[in-house]
């Protein structure tokens, strides 16, 4: 058996060079592993779809590892217990109509399951900016988060896809920067982003599922994002709206792919 340190660093940099080729060109780039762009990602990558997903930080997961205030339990309404069954999650009934989740099995089940179904994920890497033509997103600009921390000036790498989700929680940070420096509007009352809005979790749970939808051609919400882009409330730590949200914006998508190819 040969396991000298050249052979493995070649091992690590063929695979990777070997996923960020496949990556160059793909059907959908998520922004944001957190609950909802995971489970969107696993939709539509069950549905064969070329999906990779790009994470700041370096771990996987966003905000479900922290429970509600560093406890670590999740809570689930009964509304996405078929999400919860699809990812074999174990859910414990607590009062009338919601589980509670572990946090930790949640996140990792989320990201095996995902991975698994075939989306590529790359941690550790930020999106920067989209591209457009002319007045549509088509692509994201990545650069490595090491390299925005430290503020050095180093250009970014860009990417091309049919759809972008902009999956990336309160900050709705893919939003933020279409509505700055794309031509055009964004799809909702005032044209630009509404703003989030203080704690109500009944009516911002029914919400997200409402807010999340294509916001900019080829531009896509969900999970905490479709609630910061069309103002509506948060919710605290159930996440019942965020695995829905997810699936909502996978179908979405996948219609949105169809009818692109229809039209190609
Ligand atoms: C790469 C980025 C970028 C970028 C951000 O915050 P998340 O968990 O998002 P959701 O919407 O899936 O879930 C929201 C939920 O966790 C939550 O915060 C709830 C329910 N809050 C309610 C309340 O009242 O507070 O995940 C977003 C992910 C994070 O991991 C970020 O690091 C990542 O997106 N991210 N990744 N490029 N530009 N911006």
Redesign the pocket.
């Known amino acids: 058996m040969r396991t000298n340190e050249t052979l493995i660093t070649r091992a690590i940099i063929d695979r990777y060079f070997e996923k960020l080729k496949k990556t160059i060109e793909v059907d959908v780039a998520v ?8 489970v969107a990602a696993y939709y539509l990558a069950k549905a064969g779809r070329r999906v990779s997903i ?4 370096l ?6 590892w922290g429970g509600g205030m560093l406890f670590n339990e999740i809570v689930v309404q009964e509304d996405a217990k078929h999400i919860l069954d699809e990812f074999d999650l174990r859910a414990n009934p607590y009062g009338e109509g919601l589980y509670t989740i572990d946090a930790v099995e949640t996140a990792a089940t989320l990201t095996s399951r995902a991975v698994k179904a075939g989306a590529s994920v790359f941690n550790c ?4 900016d989209v591209v457009m033509r002319p007045d549509r997103v088509v692509g994201v600009v990545l650069n490595w ?1 090491p390299v925005e921390m430290a503020g050095l000036h180093v250009d970014p790498l860009s990417i091309r896809c049919h759809a972008v989700l902009d ?5 709705t ?2 939003v933020h920067v279409v509505e700055r420096k794309v031509p055009g509007k964004l799809m909702t009352p005032t044209g630009k982003i509404e703003g989030e809005q203080s ?1 109500w979790p009944e009516k ?1 749970e029914k919400l997200t599922l409402e807010n999340t939808r294509e916001v900019f051609p080829g531009l896509f919400i ?5 609630n910061a882009v069309f103002g509506a409330p ?6 019942g ?2 695995f829905l ?2 699936e909502k914006v996978a179908g979405l998508i996948l219609k949105h792919l169809e009818e692109e190819a229809e039209g190609r």
Do not use: D, N, Q, W
Not at 167 to 171: I, Q, V
Not at 222 to 226: D, I, L, Q, R
């Open positions: 922004v944001g592993a957190g609950p909802a762009g995971l790009f994470e700041r930080k771990s996987i997961g966003g905000g479900i890497i930020s999106v920067e988060s999956a990336t929680g309160h900050a940070e893919v704690m911002a969900a999970g905490m994002a479709a948060r919710m605290g730590p159930i996440f709206g965020m949200s997810g």
